[in-house]
């Protein structure tokens, strides 16, 4: 299996074709950063989320570098990861565990699209790229809220991060923080 992992630009976001059908594209979803705005990423709403996904990842970029990762197999793309500082990502200071630490990156989305696609390893494969950009751009942790008893979460379910080496920083019946330090 040819497994490739590429950084986010808002040129590989937009050439992303396969993802059009799909329910949870993350192509248009705008969801973390911008809530007062989130509507559902489908149907006539997509021109406008895409252009708005696209202009708050031009100027992420800009301030922070690279935000995103997409990973794809035998040059289909199957999955994307997003972090940035949970201030460039509103969503995060509504979640009932707490907000993000100042200290954190937060991991937003980390999503393998394709159910035929996962538990092969790719998500752990995103994951390790993700916290390796990370670790060599001097950041001190990383955060997510993961999710309990239910497998469908923006960023995966907490089993997912237990075994990759997360620990839970604030509990929460839900949607836990967890963190691992780099
Ligand atoms: C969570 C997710 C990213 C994990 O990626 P993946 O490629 O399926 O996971 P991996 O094969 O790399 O798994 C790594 C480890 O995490 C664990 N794991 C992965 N998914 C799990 C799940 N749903 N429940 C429990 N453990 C899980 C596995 O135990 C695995 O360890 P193992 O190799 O010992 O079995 C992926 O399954 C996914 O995207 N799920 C959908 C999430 C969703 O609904 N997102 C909505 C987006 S808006």
Known sequence: MRVEIVSLTEENLVEAPEWDEHPF????CIYWEFPEECVEPSGENRGKTLAKK????????KVFGDCGKLIYVEGKPV???????????PRSAEYPAGRP?????????LFIAEKEYRRRGLGKKLLQ????DLRRR???????FARRN?????SGPVEFYLKNGFMVLRGDPEFPLMRIEL
């Open 79 to 89: 999955g994307y990861a997003q972090y940035a500082p949970p201030k460039m990502l």
């Open 138 to 144: 001097g950041v001190k942790a990383v955060e997510t």
């Open 25 to 28: 594209s993350c192509k248009y």
């Open 54 to 61: 696209v202009d708050w990842l031009r100027s992420a970029r």
């Open 150 to 154: 239910n497998p469908n979460n923006p």
């Open 101 to 109: 630490s100042g200290d954190a990156v937060l991991i937003s989305c």
């Open 129 to 132: 790229s993700v916290i390796e």
